[in-house]
């Protein structure tokens, strides 16, 4: 399925916000969601429900964890948001892993000549 592309620009600023809450209260958590299992309409496989171990765990309202791009809104494009929700929060981890790859010291480390 492809999503409409009126959602591209309501759904990065969403995830954005939710990158930024996660940031705050869960500092490293891209190191805790497995790209392999994420599943953005599953509780325990959306984003949330990877770092604190249920999507109805955490301390949002419905209606934060849609503005903070966690869950999709209800309705007729639920599954098509689901698809794009899944794809940015996939890209932002991936980002993000590849930046803290490249910023790894080599080990062993090099010695000065």
């Known amino acids: 399925m492809t999503a409409?592309?009126?959602?591209?620009?309501?759904l990065p600023i969403r995830?954005?916000?939710g990158v930024a809450w996660l940031d705050q209260h869960h500092p490293g958590w891209h190191d805790l969601v497995n790209l392999r299992e994420l599943d953005?309409?599953?509780?325990?496989?959306?984003v949330l429900g990877?770092?604190?171990?249920?999507?109805?765990?955490?301390?949002?309202t419905w209606?934060?964890?849609?503005?903070?791009?966690?869950?999709a809104?209800?309705?007729?494009?639920?599954?098509?948001?689901?698809?794009v929700l899944d794809r940015l929060w996939r890209d932002v981890i991936e980002e993000r892993l590849?930046?803290?790859?490249?910023?790894?010291?080599?080990?062993?480390?090099?010695?000065?000549?």
């Open 73 to 83: 809104r209800n309705g007729e494009e639920f599954d098509a948001e689901v698809e």
């Open 40 to 46: 953005m309409d599953d509780s325990c496989g959306c």
């Open 50 to 60: 990877q770092v604190i171990g249920d999507f109805w765990a955490a301390p949002l």
């Open 15 to 17: 995830v954005g916000r």
């Open 98 to 113: 590849d930046a803290a790859d490249q910023a790894a010291p080599l080990w062993p480390p090099e010695r000065p000549s």
């Open 4 to 10: 409409p592309t009126h959602l591209a620009g309501d």
């Open 63 to 71: 209606a934060e964890a849609v503005s903070h791009g966690f869950q």
